[in-house]
């Protein structure tokens, strides 16, 4: 009897150790398989002369170096522009050359529009980031106002300093965060001479306000897809909306305003994500 339970021990623990070994052979594909997500926006504002207009989409990096695997994959989707949609950094590790190097890289094969997000305002090496960024041919969108141009069309394009740009983390509060986006996209409309307007904020949990404001897209990121996602549940916590998230990937629509949400490509304080790879989002324009 206890040889056999001996050998019964054994299984168990082969088949623990088994199933171990799989999970961290899927958890480690899972983070470092990048997809590239296709979406087509569809919008009657959009101009003629941007119809079929190829819009990349970067957010969330957190640190991460996929050891030109990102180039490639840019590369092969041929977008027309390349936007960045905040956190490049960690702000507890933060590695300034790998942000750095990726966007110069960038940069040099597709025109680049950067938003900054929650990370980069806290890190106490933001100066010397920002610094580093402005010797790279990169067009800095925080509270700001572009026009892109294409085939003789223009549309809007616009960014928001993340609202920590304002605020300590111990006052983050949602009534803050929204006053201050109110106002940000305020100020930006007043120099806007567009119909159609995109516009990079970091956080998809002000989606309403985004929705007031009249804004027609927004890009976003910041909810890191969730995390974790789990069958018949889905994703479970997101960064500033707690469990069981509203917003955290894909294409979300109120009234006149779409928002797209990347799942973004690097961690920050969980450090694994589960059925949830990081992924470049590429959105296609299309005129109705």
């Known amino acids: 009897m206890g040889e056999v339970m001996i050998k019964i021990n054994k299984r168990i623990y082969g088949f623990v150790i088994a199933l171990i070994v799989i999970f961290i052979i899927y958890a480690l594909w899972q983070n470092n398989y990048v997809r590239v997500t296709k979406y087509e926006y569809k919008n009657a504002k959009i101009p003629e002369g941007f119809n079929g207009y190829r819009i990349l989409q970067i957010s969330d990096l957190h640190n991460k170096n996929f050891h030109g695997l990102l180039d490639k994959l840019v590369e092969e989707s041929n977008p027309d522009i390349i936007v960045i949609t905040g956190d490049l950094i960690d702000r507890r590790n933060t590695n300034i050359k790998t942000a750095t190097e990726l966007v110069k890289r960038l940069s040099i094969m597709v025109p680049t529009y950067y938003a900054t997000g929650n990370h980069e305002q806290l890190s106490d090496k933001y100066n010397e980031l920002m610094k580093e960024m402005k010797k790279l041919d990169v067009h800095f969108l925080d509270n700001s106002y572009t026009t892109l141009s294409n085939k003789g069309d223009e549309v809007g394009l616009m960014g928001v300093a ?27 409309y007043k120099n806007v001479k567009t119909d159609f307007n995109i516009l990079l904020s970091h956080r998809p949990e002000l989606f309403n306000v985004y929705k007031d404001s009249g804004v027609d897209l927004v890009l976003s990121g910041h909810a890191h897809g969730g995390q974790v996602i789990l069958p018949l549940i889905g994703a479970l916590v997101a960064p500033n909306q707690g469990f069981i998230p509203k917003y955290t990937e894909g294409i979300y629509s109120k009234n006149s305003t779409s928002m797209v949400v990347s799942r973004g490509l690097g961690n920050s304080i969980i450090p694994i994500r589960i059925n949830n790879p990081p992924e470049l ?6 005129r109705e």
């Open 281 to 286: 989002v590429l959105i296609t324009l299309k």
């Open 162 to 188: 993340d609202p920590a740009i304002v605020q300590s983390e111990s006052t983050y509060l949602w009534n803050d965060n929204q006053k201050y986006m109110i106002e940000s996209i305020k100020k930006l």
